[in-house]
């Protein structure tokens, strides 16, 4: 029986955050707040605070860019109750013991208590997060560290054999032979709740009156025979098989594009250009702005046009130019940003590109990244459940799964979600420590369920992903194996109506191409061309489940007849 309440829990959590912006270098208040992400079943968003405490532990062992201010924390926090507290949770949750220290007069004395304790829980909390996400390299990697530093504490022991156990099962799952794994081959991502946060207000509530007068001006000026309403959709989702006809369907709100007016086939509906794109190679072929190919018929190169201060990118025109300055590129100028990615990482990369796109918007922008105005509407594909019935603890008080068999659908890892984007930070000169309500793990989480539901992202000749954007109009179409409209996407995204409807026989053989007023624009997520099975595995992705328009069920009905 869980003596602490969930709101209880979130209360105590939303206390600690807004402790941050009077104590931003205190390595205690973010032991604590990480602290707090772990009992609420985020052990993920637990990561980024106890990287960011031990990145401050080191802060105060050497003479780094924050030394002093980390080092009048560390004082304050010496012997105060908010240490207290601390050491007695980490007692508790963690099973481990032994961390009062003596009282330090010096700076030298707090130092010693910094090393001593505080780094030592923040390499604890890391790893066992790290392991809870299935960072398992990385999980391996800080262990292996806190083993050198901490040679007599059996916690890392105990994570050491943790680690190890999971390593095995996971070679031996795959019939391979952990002994002859290199760590490199450690498996370093999991699944985390991809989840609207209950301390998230910069959700807006997108069926609202408000809301949707919003996105309409926004559609208005790329569409302006197009509006978006609320729509109900069939729930597509891997446990719940919709094609499973012993089920209940399930219906869900959702937003969709429906015709103003009649619209004539052939007509071009929708022209929309986005700066939230990401180019991964070549960066020299394309528009840093809108990404366009700069070799494509059409591009004067007497109008191409770099940065002039640092020379390093292209833009198609004058426009993208004066766009990109006004809007990100200052946040940006002369960041290096690695290019050096494994094909196996091609597709988070281009992820994590459009995420320092969103931040560098949000920096010259002044605003607050869930605030832009590509951003804030878009679909999250938030799991649907609700946390205050399915929340679990066990008899200890804790969670009963490191997520508090909330689902996990959200990809995670050390390097994407938390080192890259603090990395990028960084050479932004913005201070991730006095930030962090801005520039915090959840909203970089946030961002990517958001990019993860809606980005398009077009291939190299090598089949790895080159290119990705999200264009916040656009995305708000939804999907149909019998389209009406057809889309490209060059620069500017287009959507016009189909000459012609796709051929299949099952369809009422009165429609027409066209769409008439109040009709449901329907976009394609996949080739339409292929045959019902690989068109589901094509678009499974992007909508949570198998597609079920008529055109999959009646033509998987069809074969299904043939094959029994
Ligand atoms: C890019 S968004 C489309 C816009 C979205 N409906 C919204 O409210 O913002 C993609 C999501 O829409 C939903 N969706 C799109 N087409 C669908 C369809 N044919 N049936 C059920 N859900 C669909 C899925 O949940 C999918 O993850």
Redesign the pocket.
């Known amino acids: 029986m869980s003596s602490i309440s969930l709101q209880q829990r979130v209360a105590r959590l939303e206390d600690l955050q807004n402790l941050l912006s009077e104590q931003p270098y205190s390595i205690v208040l973010r032991l604590r707040l990480s602290l707090a992400y772990r009992d609420l079943g985020y052990p993920d968003l637990a990561v980024g605070d106890a990287y960011k405490a031990l990145l401050l532990t080191d802060e105060v062992a050497e003479e780094g860019e924050f030394h002093d201010e980390a080092m009048s924390a560390v004082m304050e926090d010496f012997g105060s109750e908010q240490a207290a507290q601390l050491f007695a949770t980490v007692a508790s949750q963690l099973g481990f013991e032994g961390l009062q220290g003596a009282k330090a007069s010096d700076d030298n004395d707090a130092t010693i208590w910094a090393q001593k304790y505080l780094s030592k829980i923040a390499y604890a909390i890391l790893v066992s997060c790290l392991i809870d996400c299935g960072c398992l390299s990385s999980a391996f990697e800080y262990n292996t560290r806190a083993i050198q530093a901490y040679q007599d504490t059996p916690i890392f022991d105990r994570y050491r054999k943790t680690i190890q156990e999971k390593l095995q099962s996971y070679f031996k799952s795959r019939n391979e032979d952990f002994a002859e794994a290199d760590v490199d081959e450690y498996p370093d991502r999991g699944l985390v709740r991809r989840e609207q946060y209950p301390w998230n207000t910069w959700e807006p509530d ?1 069926f609202s009156e408000e809301s949707l007068n919003c996105m309409n001006e926004q559609m208005a000026a790329v569409a302006p025979k197009l509006e978006i309403k609320k ?1 109900s ?4 989702a891997p446990e719940t098989p919709n094609s499973c006809p012993q089920k209940d369907p399930i219906y ?6 429906f015709a103003k007016e009649d619209i004539a086939p052939g007509h071009l509906i929708l022209e929309e250009k986005s700066l939230l794109t990401a180019v991964a190679r070549l960066r020299e072929t394309r528009c840093d702005a809108c990404s366009i190919s700069l070799t494509k018929a059409g591009i004067d190169s007497d109008d191409i046009r770099t940065c002039d201060e640092c020379d390093e990118i292209y833009f198609c025109s004058e426009e993208c130019h004066d766009l990109a300055q006004d809007t990100y590129h200052p946040a940006l100028c002369g960041v290096n940003i690695d290019q050096t990615v494994p094909a196996s990482e091609a597709s988070d990369y281009l992820y994590s590109l459009l995420l320092t796109r969103a931040l560098a918007l949000a920096e010259v922008q002044e605003s607050h990244p869930l605030e832009l105005k590509e951003v804030c ?3 999250g ?1 938030y799991h649907g459940v609700d946390v205050n019935q399915n929340w679990n603890m066990d008899s200890t008080d804790g969670v009963a799964d490191p997520f508090g068999s909330i689902p996990q659908t959200l990809p995670f890892s050390f390097k994407y979600n938390i080192l890259t984007p603090l990395n990028v930070l960084e050479k932004m000169d913005i201070n991730i420590f006095t930030q962090s309500p801005r520039y915090d793990t959840w909203i970089f989480n946030t961002l990517y369920a958001k990019f993860r ?2 980005a398009s992202a077009r291939q190299g000749l090598d089949g790895r992903p080159e290119v990705s954007a999200v264009h916040p109009m656009w ?6 194996c019998d389209p009406n409209v057809s889309w490209d996407w060059e620069g500017s995204i287009r959507f016009w109506t189909r000459e012609q409807l796709v051929d299949w026989k099952g369809r009422d053989p009165s429609a027409k191409p066209g769409m008439q007023k109040g009709e449901e624009l ?2 394609h ?1 996949c080739d339409v061309r292929l045959p019902v099975k690989e068109r589901r595995e094509w678009a499974v992705g ?4 198998d ?3 008529p055109r999959c069920v009646w033509e998987e009905a069809q074969e299904r007849g043939q094959t029994s």
Not at 233 to 236: P, V
Not at 252 to 257: A, E, F, K, N
Not at 542 to 545: D, E, I, R, S, T
Request: charged share 10%; with cysteine.
């Open positions: 997108r729509t959709l069939l729930l597509l869900v709100d959702q937003l969709g594009i509407f878009i679909w594909d539901g809606t995305c708000m179409g939804n999907h149909s329907r976009g997520y992007a909508l949570g489940g597609c079920m328009c």
